[in-house]
C-alpha cells in the first residue's frame, strides 16, 4: 500500500511539473514571437495604454 501512495504522489508531481513546463515554454514562445515582430517592423517596443490617466507608454517585458 505504501508504494501505492508513493506512487500517486510521484505521479502527481510528475504532471503538475509538465504543466507548469508547457506554461513556461508558451510564455517564451510569446516574447520570442513578439520580439522577432518588432524586429521585422523595427519597433522599439510596445506602447498600452494606461487604464487610469489614459497615456501611453512603453510596456515592460513582464506585463
Same mark, same amino acid.
Given at each position: 500500500?505504501?508504494?501505492?501512495? /508513493?506512487?500517486?504522489?510521484?505521479? $502527481?508531481?510528475?504532471?503538475?511539473?509538465?504543466? &507548469?513546463? /508547457?506554461? +513556461?515554454?508558451?510564455?517564451?514562445? $510569446?516574447?520570442? !514571437? +513578439? $520580439? @522577432? &515582430? @518588432? !524586429?521585422?517592423t523595427? $519597433?522599439?517596443?510596445? /506602447?498600452? @495604454?494606461?487604464?487610469?490617466?489614459? +497615456?501611453?507608454?512603453?510596456?515592460?517585458?513582464? +506585463?
Amino acid at each position: 500500500m505504501p508504494q501505492l501512495i /508513493l506512487i500517486a504522489i510521484v505521479g $502527481a508531481v510528475a504532471w503538475f511539473g509538465y504543466k &507548469r513546463f /508547457l506554461a +513556461e515554454a508558451d510564455r517564451v514562445n $510569446a516574447r520570442v !514571437r +513578439e $520580439a @522577432e &515582430r @518588432e !524586429r521585422k517592423t523595427g $519597433a522599439q517596443g510596445t /506602447l498600452i @495604454e494606461d487604464p487610469e490617466t489614459g +497615456e501611453y507608454r512603453i510596456r515592460k517585458p513582464d +506585463e
